[in-house]
């Protein structure tokens, strides 16, 4: 919520200094608080109880990434052609963005489908590497993100995203549900 609502003020300042393309800007804020408000609403049932099973957790989480990647597939795709006027690699980026998003959907329904398959150790597998990667990246992104306020911001709130689906990958009730 912090980085759209930071994108929004992006674009806010875009016009204040009298940018030609504000739109562009607009367009994509408008796609991150789409998303920062499905990650919220995810959140939330997560906090009141609604979803607990540990499993379940998972699977709601990477199913939630992958309609978020799709959705800012779509957002991306129309903040490049409307900035740079190429058809050509907006469409690739969305299209690239989908198939992802298809896929971790995919990976989402197969995680909590009551099967203990080959397939869910090496879902398994990949989830670990890939939050582990995006720990280490959310670190360089408080690095980097020095110079700007959202860098740092979004920096933090993925450490510990990406910390806390560590733990619940290791957790032993998500184990024993995925065949560990």
């Not at 408008?30 to 919220?40: D, E, K, M, P």
């Not at 199913?63 to 799709?70: A, P």
């Not at 795709?77 to 050509?88: D, K």
């Not at 995006?134 to 920096?155: M, W």
Request: glycine letters at 10%; hydrophobic letters at 60%.
């Amino acid at each position: 919520m912090i980085a759209a609502i930071l994108s929004i003020i992006d674009a806010a300042i875009a016009v204040y200094i009298g940018r030609d393309y504000i739109t562009p800007y607009i367009v994509l804020a408008v796609g991150s608080v789409i998303c920062a408000l499905l990650y919220f609403v995810y959140g939330n049932k997560v906090r009141t109880g609604v979803i607990s099973d540990k499993p379940q957790i998972l699977a709601e989480y990477v199913k939630i990434v992958g309609i978020v990647t799709i959705i800012g597939a779509v957002f991306a795709a129309i903040f490049a052609y409307m900035l740079t006027g190429s058809l050509g690699a907006s469409l690739t980026g969305l299209l690239v963005g989908i198939i992802f998003g298809v896929i971790i959907l995919i990976m989402a329904m197969k995680i909590n489908d009551g099967k203990q398959t080959t397939g869910d150790k090496l879902i398994w597998i990949i989830l670990l590497i890939a939050f582990v990667i995006l720990l280490l990246a959310s670190i360089l992104e408080i690095i980097s993100g020095i110079v700007t306020i959202t860098g740092i911001f979004s920096g933090i709130c993925h450490l510990i995203i990406y910390s806390f689906m560590i733990l619940l990958l290791i957790d032993e009730d998500v184990k024993s549900a995925m065949g560990i």
